[in-house]
């Protein structure tokens, strides 16, 4: 693709972006994405860079891998999950929503048989495990987390990019919060119902929401 198209991912830093502009992030990446899935030699094994022109003078590049899910990986993802729900949500839940949602106590073998049930994506960097998502064989897209030092820097998209791609030609369902609605809708998924999920007797919100496949 020429360079010229990406006016934003050549011109300014996501960091800097207002929410519109991040939408448009969002989109060109998509796009990328769509391009680089478009191969016919594809290989579903993803190395991602990104690298802006707005901080090209900066030493240090964020390379991003994704990479399938292993057992290894589950008890990282549940701390990733927790903090999470304790840092990046608490601006839209109070404490005891996300003490409800996210008690720190996890039943591992669950969760690890959920993960291999699931089409399971990691992101990582040299530091480690910074984001995951999973989705079902029918388009449930069930989870997706990035750790709070790495929001607004194109994760989310990335992780997101690969479950869709996974889905294929099925209609992808998600129950977002009201922190991930939002980002859900840059995508162009539709709130289908707005709903209240009680968990350990603590109603808290959230939202069906849907993404019709692409034309192919």
Not at 54 to 67: D, H, Q, S
Not at 104 to 129: C, M, P, R
Not at 178 to 193: L, W
């Amino acid at each position: 693709r020429r360079s010229s198209d990406l006016l934003l991912l050549n011109s300014k830093s996501i960091l800097n972006c207002n929410e519109e502009e991040e939408k448009e992030h969002n989109n060109e990446i998509e796009e990328i994405s769509k391009m680089i899935y478009s191969l016919p030699n594809y290989d579903c094994a993803i190395i991602i860079k990104y690298v802006d022109k707005a901080n090209e003078k900066r030493k240090e590049e964020t390379k991003l891998i994704l990479r399938v899910y292993k057992p290894a990986d589950c008890k990282a993802l549940t701390e990733l999950f927790y903090e999470t729900v304790h840092s990046v949500n608490t601006k839209d839940y109070t404490k005891e929503q996300v003490d409800a949602w996210a008690d720190g106590n996890v039943d591992l073998e669950k969760w690890n048989q959920s993960f291999l049930e699931h089409y399971t994506v990691i992101a990582e960097e040299e530091n480690g495990i910074i984001g995951f998502g999973d989705i079902s064989d029918t388009g449930y897209l069930d989870r997706l987390y990035v750790h709070k030092a790495y929001q607004h820097q194109g994760i989310a998209s990335a992780i997101c990019d690969e479950l869709e791609h996974y889905a294929d030609q099925n209609v992808v369902e998600t129950h977002a919060s009201i922190t991930a609605r939002p980002f859900f809708e840059s995508r162009g998924y539709m709130v289908i119902q707005e709903q209240g999920v009680v968990r350990k007797g603590v109603l808290l919100k959230n939202y069906r929401m849907e993404k019709q496949p692409l034309q192919k």
